[in-house]
């Protein structure tokens, strides 16, 4: 639901804003030349910063749920919890590279934008300032326009992993290459852990 959507991204922002709190008393620390608070405060700069990337990513699996099954956020979050934990969806997860491509694509996007742009720009005026503006212009729409379209990838992939950890037998049915494939990777976990 979109409230479970709300409250997760409100939670990640308020570690966010937990961690740029913490490094700006950690600058002010700096400043003043307080060696002891500067130490304190990077450590808990760094823990905090570790607990945001750490919800962040649990996070996407979390909507995940929220999406499949209607359910609340931190239910969402116990079901993904067991999903890891009790499905070995863990072992695929490791593997996974969906964000590198979703990186990647919109990487890829934003050159082509800001080559676009730049040379419209060039082609419209062929001044300086208008080339650089159309290529920057280009490459910050482009690259948010690729992100968008690329990360539905990334959430079609993490749907099917995690409606496959919770009932692998409709994909056996229905796509008995890729069933195998992850039944394969959790094999080999198995043997790389005995």
């Not at 760094?46 to 499949?68: H, K, N, P, R, T």
């Amino acid at each position: 639901s979109f409230g479970s959507i709300c409250f997760g991204s409100f939670l990640i922002a308020a570690v966010r804003a937990l961690e740029m709190t913490i490094s700006a008393a950690r600058r002010d620390a700096q400043e003043e030349g307080n060696i002891l608070c500067c130490v304190i405060l990077l450590v808990l700069e760094c823990v905090v910063a570790c607990l945001g990337d750490i919800l962040d990513y649990f996070s996407d699996w979390a909507y995940v749920q929220c999406a499949v099954r209607g359910v609340s956020f931190f239910e969402a979050a116990r079901i993904t919890y067991s999903m890891m934990t009790c499905a070995n969806a863990y072992a695929v997860v490791q593997d996974l590279l969906i964000n590198s491509v979703v990186s990647l694509g919109a990487l890829l996007c934003g050159l082509v934008g800001c080559g676009v742009g730049a040379f419209t720009g060039w082609q419209c005026t062929g001044l300086q300032a208008v080339i650089v503006t159309g290529g920057g212009g280009g490459f910050i729409f482009s690259s948010v326009a690729g992100c968008a379209a690329a990360s539905i990838l990334s959430s079609g992939t993490k749907t099917i992993l995690a409606l496959w950890a919770e009932n692998p037998e409709p994909l056996k049915r229905n796509h008995p290459d890729i069933h195998q494939a992850f039944e394969n990777r959790v094999a080999t976990q198995f043997q790389q852990l005995l």
